[in-house]
């Protein structure tokens, strides 16, 4: 009896899980309950963007910690202090500490927006397209006045739900609603966790002549450190470049240590 019992809770369980996997990001429609490429949300009248990043783009990748989000100095919480602690001993000992990148999770933002891969930006009235050349990871930028979803309804995702809008000559997006786990703010150095509070604001400005994105960041997570950290990161335009279909398959990571010890998979 007891037997039956546990095999049709598991069986409910599992049914659970596979109806949130398969429920997809609903995000937040604009007040007309229209969809971004909707022809009549298109068609809207609004003002001219100031400027359009359709195109494809690179970090520009200057110095050795150009590409990561973690400042020199910080202050963590407990939780994210034990990770941390984990990593740079890890790190002591020439090994990586749970390196899920390598696991062929998502990078997530805003570590996928340093990856030593071009990304593509595709750029309407209504919404901007981001599509990475490191696993084809993709962002969503709603550009037509909708809020950010409820979030009793939005499905958390490693890159969040961005909501932009135009201040002047800035783009500011504001970006939320992340899984809160295999998600870091770094990759094989500091080891800090991204929590599902990250809360990030981009202020984005087109300069030198429309050749070089200019994003300056804040990020702000209270479960994993304190404060604002802020940053400052150029990407430049490439013209010779088009990004093709990557996908990221473990096996081929086998190589890694991080794919190969039992003691740093989780």
Request: aromatic residues 8%; charged residues 20%.
């Amino acid at each position: 009896m007891l037997q039956s019992k546990l095999t049709a809770h598991v069986a409910l369980c599992l049914t659970a899980l596979l109806a949130v996997m398969a429920t997809p990001t609903a995000p937040a429609q604009n007040a007309e309950g229209q969809g971004a490429l909707s022809p009549a949300n298109l068609a809207k009248p609004r003002p001219k963007a100031p400027f359009d990043l359709t195109g494809t783009w690179q970090h520009e990748l200057r110095g050795p910690q150009s590409w990561k989000f973690v400042p020199p100095t910080f202050e963590l919480t407990p939780e994210a202090q034990v990770h941390y602690d984990a990593g740079q001993k890890a790190l002591a000992e020439n090994k990586l500490y749970r390196d899920d990148i390598g696991q062929c999770w998502p990078a997530g933002m805003p570590l996928i927006m340093t990856r030593v891969h071009p990304f593509v930006l595709l750029q309407q009235p209504t919404v901007i397209y981001y599509i990475s050349g490191f696993i084809n990871s993709v962002r969503i930028i709603y550009l037509d006045g909708r809020e950010h979803s409820e979030p009793d309804i939005i499905v958390p995702s490693w890159n969040g739900e961005s909501i932009g809008r135009w201040e002047g000559d800035t783009l500011v997006v504001d970006t939320k609603y992340f899984p809160g786990h295999h998600h870091w703010l770094d990759q094989g150095g500091a080891s800090i966790p991204a929590s599902d509070a990250l809360h990030i604001v981009e202020r984005i400005r087109l300069i030198e002549n429309g050749e070089t994105l200019e994003v300056a960041y804040t990020l702000t997570d209270p479960k994993s450190f304190k404060g604002d950290w802020k940053m400052t990161k150029r990407f430049n335009r490439l013209h010779d470049i088009d990004i093709a279909e990557v996908e990221c398959n473990p096996d081929l990571n086998e190589n890694l240590p991080a794919t190969s010890s039992d003691s740093l998979i989780r």
